[in-house]
């Protein structure tokens, strides 16, 4: 039971580059989340989905777009990278949330992005 | 959004018990309380959650008053492993649509 994988740990971009951040969770969890993590600061959601096929904007969508089309996957794409963007992403998955049961939801180890 | 007001940080000896508040006036009578915490260079983890009252597992307790304007999470012997950033969050209870969304935290520092 691997829980969540991130792909990849590590990235450098240069600016205006694009790339794509996989999510992948073996738990069959219908809620999906990216987070960014800037050094010394707390998560911040970027975008989020309630089952496959729904996305929506976090408190940060700017700049990124998300894609939802399997349930156990969900992707994080950065169209034109730019130096703000450098920081550790973060991808968690769960049940849905406000039930009594299931309610822990499980992170992967984080991408550090760096763009130059 | 959810908000909670958690102290920046905090610290505690080795092996004494740790109370972490934080408050969450806002909150409805539905939500969930959750806290998490992220160790130095890693991912957060699940720590605990509740609803009305008091609830324990193998890692912490979780006091919730009675108003449910507060909780304090209690870590009962404190070790150096425990040093992370604490996370208070009520996810907003939305027909299915609810969001995780983390504040700044509670910096937990042990001392030896």
């Known amino acids: 039971n691997a829980g969540v994988t991130q792909t990849p740990k590590f990235r450098v971009l240069k600016t205006g580059q694009s790339m794509t951040l996989l999510c992948a969770q073996d738990?069959?969890?219908?809620?999906m989340y990216w987070y960014r993590q800037d050094p010394g600061m707390g998560l911040r959601l970027i975008h989020y989905s309630v089952g496959e096929g729904t996305t929506a904007k976090g408190e940060v969508p700017d700049g990124y777009n998300v894609s939802r089309l399997k349930k156990q996957n969900f992707l994080l794409g950065l169209e034109s990278a730019a130096p703000s963007q450098t920081s550790v992403y973060f991808c968690?998955?769960?049940?849905?949330?406000?039930?009594?049961?299931?309610?822990?939801?499980?992170f992967g180890q984080g991408t550090r992005l760096t763009v130059v | 959004d959810a908000k909670t007001t958690q102290p920046n940080s905090m610290e505690s000896n080795e092996e004494e018990p740790v109370h972490l508040p934080c408050n969450h006036s806002?909150?409805?009578?539905?939500?969930?309380i959750h806290w998490y915490r992220q160790l130095p260079s890693q991912g957060p983890e699940y720590v605990i959650h509740?609803?009305?009252s008091n609830v324990n597992n193998r890692m912490a307790s979780l006091a919730i008053a009675e108003d449910r304007k507060s909780s304090t999470l209690i870590l009962h012997r404190a070790t150096l492993r425990d040093a992370a950033v604490y996370y208070c969050?009520?996810?907003?209870?939305?027909?299915?649509?609810?969001?995780?969304?983390f504040g700044t935290g509670t910096r937990l520092t042990i001392i030896p």
């Open positions: 969050i009520w996810p907003r209870t939305n027909f299915g649509n609810e969001k995780l969304t």
């Open positions: 806002t909150i409805s009578g539905t939500d969930y």
């Open positions: 738990m069959n969890h219908e809620y």
């Open positions: 968690a998955s769960s049940y849905p949330l406000g039930q009594a049961m299931n309610t822990e939801a499980f």
């Open positions: 509740g609803l009305t």
